[in-house]
């Protein structure tokens, strides 16, 4: 039996077609109910629950997931008890032995619909947002939810008092104001010993009005800031003609559903009327007297420590004549903006159920659709709902996940994993649930606003959650294509995917690819590079369009390349042609010692693994010339090689991903091992005794019980923002010992 604290049993997640909730003791499955049973707690029972989420940031600032996992283990878990293949070299044996102790641990992880939930936490600039949505509109977390985000807050805070963008970063001026901000919402008293050190950090550091533009943003909605410090988000950019190369259309589409809102909240000067808490809060912030600040002279302050990228001279220039603009503006062209701007927000909210594409516009949009509609409108109601699929609770208290889950995506990874060698086929049920849940989460249709709304055309697609978020991903439609056809192989699914869905999936594959032959994330590249140069983040890089990056390119190569062999007569020209270009986009990338950069993990040990299994697969088959694919395969091996550690294993921290250079972690790291691994067994690779080494690693560290330890984190987005993805643990070394028994 693995150990629940009391604490946690208050919590359970109730999961349906993908779907998270964490519910607060539920009796039944009426979602109001276990929310009146949170509001419920008394304070007695509130101090003896959250004593059971102390954490020890400074051993591991990840948790382990424990509270999902012990609870899902103590109720199914039970040891293998079936066949299990009998081979005369022990070590085979323990190889063997030890796959099937890591698929039957993590089996029993996975849920009814199909799925493995998981904590897909991380950043920590996301409850800030939910917060404020929640305090501007009136609409309060009942009382556990609200002790299980201060226990949060506080977990992560550093040593130096501060809190960072991530939970591994060191202090900056965003995610310490951010966290302050919270646990004051909370109502948390300024006197509180932490936060008394917490302004600490935040004054020798220079004070708020040094936070980035998106700290500026939310401090001005709680009218801790003046708009006039805010620089113009000019909404009449919205109603630019299309063909204009700098229509927010042609934004990544991240970074066009963030600011959607948040030109919105600008053009409305939201802000929420002054109180005790907001009056203290001027004083706690600052340096000087909030009075006596000169706002528009700190819309380009930003804390030193923040700064990832600088605001170009252009951007200056742009903002120049923006926020002059507003001094001059046509009331009826702004009214035209944010009429505009709200019909969109409306079809986001629509198209994605409430959901939206992410957890920033999540409350950015609540924020909107309360102002515009009000507190009892439907809309803002449909909203509310949907605040708790973004809540995680793990060991150390509740977050808020970067995403509404990571279903298909680690659904697809786990079924690939598990199949890659005979031995997955000892678990026929929990693969014919993956299957299900495949099934269940490709997108069947397109919505009437697609096209109006700048949509990417996505029946056939597979979106990176799930079908009811319906974002569609460019790799994800890969992943999940790559997972039906295994199990179709595998013999062991009915295949409801047919055939017109297999090639609904292949078209929408091959719309994606971009004229640089990679692809990118969510949409073709819409515009050119030096819409960078109109950045005004200052603590992300590259967020200006969607990028073709060498892991979607790879994962796009593989799927088609898996396509022509079992429809070889299906568009055979048209994808000959789309893996050779992909191939070629791939070897470029690559860089002079071998290694390929990860744009969305961490690091150099991922992208070289998806940039090798691509090319692997299609060395010999006549898509490039093959001398220069095996010589990139030569180069990314020697790459591998040299930076193996003594114990056989391979590590390397988030700043792999921040500082574009490879950075080795003090210890090797499972997730990273097991990358490295398949990359070197996809590549054949001659000297047998460094996988070896590896795998041994890899079976020193697994539990007794088929589990592996959480480690550093392993997600990555914007180069500078870390993403945990805790069922990579156990997804990618079951995959390198399934190859590596295969
Ligand atoms: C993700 C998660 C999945 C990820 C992969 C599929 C792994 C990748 O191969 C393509 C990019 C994608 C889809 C991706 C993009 C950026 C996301 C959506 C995230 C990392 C999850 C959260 C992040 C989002 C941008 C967070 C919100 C922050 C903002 C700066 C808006």
């Known amino acids: 039996m693995l150990k629940v604290k009391s604490g946690w049993k208050n919590w359970q997640l109730l999961t349906e077609k993908g779907r998270h909730i964490w519910a607060f003791k539920p009796g039944s499955s009426n979602i109001n109910e276990h929310l009146q049973n949170a509001d419920n707690v008394t304070d007695e029972e509130v101090i003896q629950f959250t004593e059971d989420f102390q954490f020890d940031k400074f051993s591991n600032p990840n948790s382990g997931d424990k509270v999902y996992r012990h609870a899902a283990i103590n109720e199914k878990f039970q040891a293998f008890a079936g066949k299990i293949l009998q081979v005369e070299s022990s070590e085979a044996q323990q190889a063997i032995d030890a796959l099937v102790k890591g698929i039957n641990y993590y089996s029993c992880l996975q849920s009814d619909d199909g799925h493995w939930p998981g904590d897909y936490g991380g950043p920590l600039f996301l409850l800030p947002g939910l917060l404020i949505a929640s305090y501007i509109s009136e609409t309060p977390f009942p009382k556990a939810h609200r002790e299980m985000m201060k226990v949060y807050l506080f977990n992560h805070q550093n040593k130096d008092a501060g809190w960072g963008m991530h939970i591994e970063g060191e202090s900056t001026m965003f995610g310490t104001v951010m966290q302050y901000v919270s646990l004051r919402i909370l109502g948390v008293d300024k006197n509180h010993e932490q936060l008394i050190k917490a302004r600490e950090w935040i004054g020798d550091n220079g004070g708020a009005t040094g936070i980035p533009s998106w700290g500026k943003f939310y401090l001005s909605i709680l009218n801790l800031y003046d708009w006039q410090g805010f620089n113009s988000l000019f909404p009449e950019m919205w109603l630019f003609p299309k063909w204009l190369p700098v229509h927010p259309w042609r934004y990544w589409c991240h970074t066009r559903m963030v600011y959607l809102p948040m030109a919105y909240c600008y053009a409305e000067r939201i802000k929420v009327p002054e109180n005790a808490l907001i009056l203290s809060l001027r004083q706690e912030l600052y340096n000087e007297a909030f009075e006596t600040i000169d706002w528009p002279k700190q819309r380009t302050t930003v804390c030193e420590k923040d700064c990832y990228t600088t605001p170009s001279p252009v951007l200056k220039w742009m903002n120049f004549f923006t926020n002059n603009y507003e001094k001059c503006k046509l009331p009826w062209l702004r009214k035209k903006a944010t009429d505009y701007i709200l019909k969109y927000l409306n079809a986001e909210d629509e198209q994605t159920n409430y959901l939206n594409i992410g957890p920033v516009n999540k409350a950015i949009n609540s924020i909107c659709i309360w102002h515009a509609y009000g507190k009892d409108s439907e809309q803002f109601k449909k909203h509310v709902a949907r605040w708790y699929d973004y809540l995680w609770v793990a060991e150390d208290g509740m977050k808020m ?342």
């Open 401 to 742: 996940s970067g995403y509404n889950g990571s279903q298909l995506w680690d659904t697809a990874f786990s079924t690939r994993a598990i199949l890659e060698s005979d031995l997955g086929k000892l678990f026929p049920a929990t693969l014919e649930k993956s299957y299900q849940f495949i099934d269940l989460s490709q997108i069947k249709s397109e919505h009437a606003t697609h096209t109006e709304f700048f949509r990417h055309p996505m029946i056939g697609s597979w979106p990176f959650s799930t079908a009811e978020q319906g974002w569609p991903v460019a790799d994800c439609t890969a992943e999940g294509l790559s997972a039906t056809l295994a199990l179709h192989h595998s013999g062991l699914v009915k295949p409801i995917i047919d055939e017109q869905r297999i090639k609904q999936a292949i078209d929408t594959l091959l719309s994606y690819q971009n004229a640089d032959g990679g692809w990118a994330t969510y949409e073709l590249t819409r515009s050119a590079k030096w819409l960078e140069k109109l950045n005004p983040s200052e603590v992300f890089a590259d967020i200006m369009i969607d990028y073709s990056w060498t892991e979607c390119t790879a994962a796009c190569v593989i799927s088609l390349l898996e396509i022509q062999e079992d429809y070889p007569e299906y568009k055979s020209s048209e994808i000959h042609k789309a893996v050779s270009t992909g191939l070629s986009f791939i070897v470029k990338q690559q860089k002079t010692d071998g290694s390929w950069y990860g744009g969305w993990a961490v690091c150099f040990t991922y992208a070289t693994w998806f940039g090798i299994e691509a090319i692997g697969k299609a060395k010999g088959k006549g898509y490039c010339d093959d001398a220069i694919l095996v010589d990139s395969i030569n180069k990314a091996c020697a790459f591998l090689v040299s930076r193996q550690k003594t114990d056989g294993g391979w590590g390397e921290t988030f700043e792999s991903c921040s500082k574009l250079v490879y950075t080795e972690a003090a210890t090797s790291q499972v997730v990273n091992t097991a990358w490295a691994l398949l990359a070197l067994m996809a590549a054949n690779f001659g000297d047998k005794k460094i996988i070896e080494n590896g795998i041994n690693m890899l079976l020193k560290r697994q539990s007794d019980i088929g589990d592996w330890p959480q480690e550093n984190i392993s997600g990555v987005f914007n180069y500078n923002c870390m993403i945990t993805y805790s069922n990579y643990r156990n997804i990618f070394p079951i995959w390198a010992l399934s190859r590596y028994c295969r």
